[in-house]
């Protein structure tokens, strides 16, 4: 047996390790036949050659992952061993690469990065219409965007439709300056940041102006019949019941919906009712609808949101 030191550098151990030190203990499980001891700020491999070089390529994934996201799960770590082991298959018992959904601007690739994402890509592959939840920065509506985009790019459908209701978040429309669209604008944001990482600038602009992409306020919606396209409804927590059912009931042939929302930010007046939350709770079970559960877990913003998202989350319960 030979003998490996990994120094970790500017890296909490507690956050590394987990409690009761699970990733060393996860590792160990995964290779049985190695030694793997932490030791203040070194963690001490002793093993073969070739288990060691795969213990070593884990462990540097999961600092870059730990200098990402600033914490490492079981979850984490059980996802790199398996990649790890698939990629020491023969080649021709490799399970095929992860998919990438679409290449952003800037010719990287959009991918899903959690399981939970994972899971609402594939929903969409096989159901018309799907409902992702989850709180703010699990991805949810860039995924959906991304998603969107593909469609329209191979040609599955013929345009994009991007919609969310303009209700206030603790300000009034009617107080901000411009027409309605300026003032729709900025609740639209989010949807048009995820636009500018796909699609380049000069033919976004090309594919709006023609309206093979659409963004619009939900209002706009009523008394149409949304065919052979993609559609988005977003903050769809701040339906209300007969908007949400307005909505669902455009879906028109050769057509898909993402519908996204927080169940726990609610900007509905207090004694109004969640169109979302009314809808999960009718459409549970109904075939051709997939549900996906989002959660801290699944948060890809800044490692701060995740505990933000968790410290509330103990708040109200």
Request: aromatic content about 6%.
């Amino acid at each position: 047996m030979i003998e490996k030191v990994v120094t970790l550098d500017n890296i909490s151990m507690i956050d590394f390790l987990g409690i009761e030190n699970k990733t060393i203990d996860k590792l160990s499980a995964a290779f049985p036949k190695s030694k793997i001891v932490s030791r203040g700020n070194q963690i001490l491999i002793k093993g073969t050659t070739a288990e060691i070089v795969q213990i070593d390529d884990i462990l540097n994934s999961l600092m870059e992952h730990y200098n990402k996201f600033g914490r490492i799960t079981e979850e984490n770590v059980q996802a790199y061993v398996d990649r790890e082991h698939e990629m020491m298959l023969p080649e021709n018992q490799q399970p095929p690469a992860e998919d990438v959904i679409i290449y952003g601007t800037k010719g990287a690739p959009i991918k899903a990065k959690t399981v939970n994402q994972q899971k609402l890509v594939h929903l969409v592959k096989d159901n018309d219409l799907v409902f992702a939840l989850g709180p703010a920065g699990t991805g949810k509506t860039y995924i959906s965007v991304a998603l969107a985009v593909k469609a329209l790019k191979n040609k599955h459908v013929r345009k994009i439709i991007i919609t969310r209701p303009a209700v206030e978040a603790g300000e009034n429309l009617g107080f901000l300056p411009g027409d309605l669209k300026e003032k729709i604008d900025p609740y639209l944001r989010p949807i048009y940041d995820a636009l500018h990482d796909i699609i380049p600038f000069e033919k976004l602009g090309y594919y709006m102006e023609r309206e093979i992409i659409e963004i619009a306020p939900l209002a706009y919606m009523r008394g149409r019949t949304l065919n052979n396209a993609f559609i988005l409804l977003d903050e769809a927590q701040n339906t209300t019941p007969m908007q949400m059912k307005m909505f669902l009931t455009r879906m028109g042939p050769e057509s898909k919906m993402i519908v996204t929302g927080d169940t726990s930010q609610v900007d509905l007046p207090t004694k109004q009712s969640s169109g979302l939350k009314q809808a999960i709770r009718i459409l549970k079970g109904v075939k051709g609808i997939g549900f996906v559960e989002l959660d801290e877990r699944d948060v890809v913003r800044h490692r701060l949101v995740r505990d933000i998202i968790e410290a509330y989350g103990k708040e109200t319960s």
